[in-house]
Nanobody, 127 residues
Framework: QVHLVETGGGLVQPGDSLRLSCAAS????????IGWFRQAPGKERVGVSC????????YYADPVKGRFTISRDNAKNTVYLQMNSLKPEDTAVYYC????????????????????WGQGTQVTVSS
């Protein structure tokens, strides 16, 4: 079983940047795809970005394309989400999730496709 821990959240102003980290431990070789999701108060959890362990291919949801960048360091078992030009609508709890079988492509991320989850980290964008 893999254990995921997110760090890097915080309170920033519009236009600022943050980098989130998702550190994996345990059965890390069982995780192929790592996805980032976010959940705002009163709203459902939605997919933001995803990266494959095998080939590094990625997916980005339309609202974050051009502003967010996902990357991975397989040696450190860590996936990063660099978030630039943050907007108030980016405010949410951000979760990373892993799955042994999922392959990140052009299809919308769905929470139901991921089996392991971190506890989440709060990102607040406010002036």
């Amino acid at each position: 079983q893999v254990h995921l821990v997110e760090t890097g959240g915080g309170l920033v102003q519009p236009g600022d940047s943050l980098r989130l980290s998702c550190a994996a431990s345990g059965s890390t070789l069982d995780v192929h795809a790592i996805g980032w999701f976010r959940q705002a108060p009163g709203k459902e959890r939605v997919g933001v970005s995803c990266i494959n362990r095998s080939d590094g291919s990625t997916y980005y949801a339309d609202p974050v394309k051009g502003r967010f960048t996902i990357s991975r360091d397989n040696a450190k078992n860590t996936v990063y989400l660099q978030m630039n030009s943050l907007k108030p609508e980016d405010t949410a709890v951000y979760y990373c999730a892993g799955d042994p079988d999922y392959y990140c492509s052009d299809y919308e991320l769905k929470a139901i496709d991921f089996t392991s989850w971190g506890q989440g980290t709060q990102v607040t964008v406010s002036s």
